[in-house]
């Protein structure tokens, strides 16, 4: 057994990015998936870095213990503290870069490396008391698609098969049982499912085609392994149900009004900063990953 959960995530998103590859009509290039994996973690080294630095350097040392025969004050003495307790968090920028490759569809390299480093920066440069409440992947997609002109996402490329969706929920189901967030799958799918079910109702279509709109590929993905990213969505069940349900509402709305294929990652944007609200009206323990944990604060 693998001892921390993002393990597991990454193995399942590893293997959904080769069953794509071996079984979907991509256009995704190997040479795209290195630059998002080498930018996110490269990215995470030098703001992990910096930010262990200022830590250094601030006296904000945590666990850290200054040894008697170095200077704090010593601009080199602050390095070589920072070296010697700096530490990577490499599974966080691997499983973003794994979203980026499943999701986002580039033209160019430098497209695809902006969609990295915006993922990883977002999480050291947009915090509220220490915690990140934009999901990196979700964010380095949006800035994609509003920043340059050769970035999409095609939430189709995953067809509705049947099977597919078997093994995303059953990879997906082992991932939350270890987490703890089938709340918010269960409340994000199941209001989206009943929403889309009363338009279909009001719309006098058959069953097949609502059935067809809820068994997207990529909906299950994003339901099963972006919406539920245990250090970004609210701390609290109640909240994250609230959370979850304002993200289907919002999805149903953009989807069905204004026509957007890509409803749901504008959702979740647009609402991230709802954890803030939420987190302060419902307080609760924060998520800590189990194993492998830093010995520097930085960002996970």
């Known amino acids: 057994m693998l001892r921390d959960a993002r393990d597991y995530q990454i193995l399942f998103l590893s293997l959904f990015l080769c069953l794509g590859l071996a079984t979907r009509d991509w ?4 040479e795209v998936i290195g630059v998002a994996i080498a930018t996110a973690i490269l990215t995470q080294t030098i703001f992990s870095l910096w930010h262990s630095y200022l830590s250094v350097s601030r006296a904000q040392t945590g666990e850290l213990l200054l040894p008697a025969a170095v200077s704090p004050n010593s601009r080199i003495s602050r390095w070589q503290l920072t070296i010697a307790n700096f530490s990577v968090n490499w599974r966080s920028p691997l499983i973003s870069a794994l979203g980026l490759s499943l999701l986002l569809r580039v033209d160019h390299l430098p497209t695809m490396a902006l969609a990295a480093f915006v993922a990883i920066a977002s999480k ?3 915090k509220v008391e220490g915690k990140h409440f934009f999901n990196p992947a979700n964010i380095g997609i949006i800035a994609a698609l509003t920043l340059t002109h050769d970035a999409w996402v095609s939430p189709g490329q995953w067809g509705e098969e049947i099977w597919y969706a078997l093994i995303f929920i059953g990879a997906g189901g082992m991932v939350l049982k ?9 409340a994000f799918l199941g209001s989206y499912a009943l929403l889309e079910a009363f338009r279909n109702l009001y719309l006098g279509w058959t069953w097949d085609v609502w059935m067809h709109r809820l068994s997207s590929g990529s909906l299950l993905l994003f339901a099963l392994f972006m919406v539920t990213d245990p250090r970004s969505i609210p701390n609290a069940r109640p909240a994250r149900l609230i959370w979850a349900l304002s993200i289907a509402l919002l999805t149903f709305v953009l989807r069905n009004s204004f026509y957007m294929s890509t409803a749901v990652f504008w959702a979740l944007f647009l ?3 709802l954890t803030i609200a939420l987190d302060r009206l419902w307080q609760s323990d924060r998520f800590a ?3 492998g944990r830093s010995r520097s604060p930085i960002a996970g």
Do not use: M
């Open 27 to 30: 256009t995704l290039k190997p």
């Open 124 to 126: 050291f440069l947009l």
């Open 178 to 186: 270890r987490v703890g967030r089938w709340d918010t799958t269960a």
């Open 271 to 273: 609402l991230s900063p």
């Open 289 to 291: 990953w189990k194993g």
